[in-house]
């Protein structure tokens, strides 16, 4: 379902690194709670402004580098990644109207 989004890789750092902000969904293909919140997320990123948006599938190995930074523990998992570092985060489902308040506070929506 967000398929039609870049996915981090290896070169997370180098990815990451042109964007002054980003939203990344740290995701794992057989979580249930992930694919719940996939159609939720997909709604509401195109509305993001300045600010670039991201997944992360937890099963791929070279992204452990990438996890263990940003701390996460659990899925699904959203991060704000700004400046080079997580600011925000959201850990679990969250229906849309939350979602969109939440990213309204942060400044990216």
């Known amino acids: 379902m967000l398929s039609q989004f870049p996915a981090l890789h290896a070169n997370w750092q180098e990815e990451l690194a042109g964007n002054r ?12 709670p992930d694919f719940m919140f996939s159609p939720v ?3 509401v990123v195109p509305d993001l402004k300045e600010c670039a948006f991201f997944t992360a599938d937890l099963d791929e190995g070279d992204l452990v580098p990438f996890l263990l930074e940003a701390e996460v523990m ?10 080079g570092t997580v600011r ?14 939440l990213f309204a506070e942060w400044g990216v929506l």
């Open 21 to 32: 902000r980003a939203i990344i969904f740290c995701w794992a293909s057989w979580s249930p």
């Open 88 to 101: 925000e985060r959201i850990i679990g489902f969250m229906k849309e109207e939350n979602l969109r308040g």
């Open 41 to 43: 997320l997909a709604r």
């Open 74 to 83: 659990t899925n699904p998992h959203v991060l704000l990644w700004e400046n």
